[in-house]
């Protein structure tokens, strides 16, 4: 599956955002799915991910209760509601899939997306 991650840009805190993952293929019910953000300096971290057909979502306690993960297979497409946001949530945002149920750790996904830049400004 290829991905392609789109909706960043400059928000104030406070403001919400929504992005956007799609996906290529004629299987991307077949993917679990997550985002990942990356600040500068730092390492990339897991965000929120969800299972093959959205029945369930996991959230990093950062974001829990702010943002919202959800897919739509119809359309290949994922998406991450950013609500509250706040300067620390500046980063880059990728997408990534597997077909395996895969958790928290970056390095279980093997398909990403190029990223989308997030900033947050107070």
């Known amino acids: 599956v290829q991905l392609q991650a789109f909706g960043g840009g400059l928000v104030q805190a406070g403001n919400s955002l929504r992005l956007s993952c799609a996906g290529s293929?004629?299987?991307?019910?077949?993917?679990?799915l997550g985002w990942f953000r990356q600040a500068p300096g730092k390492e990339r971290e897991f965000v929120a991910r969800i299972t093959w057909s959205g029945s369930s979502t996991y959230y990093a306690d950062s974001v829990k209760g702010r943002f919202t993960i959800s897919r739509d297979n119809t359309k290949n497409t994922m998406y991450l509601q950013m609500n509250s946001l706040i300067p620390e949530d500046t980063a880059v945002y990728y997408c990534a899939a597997d077909l395996r149920w895969s958790g928290s750790n970056y390095r279980e996904y093997n398909y990403w997306g190029q990223g989308t830049l997030v900033t947050v400004s107070s």
């Open positions: 293929g004629r299987t991307f019910s077949s993917y679990v």
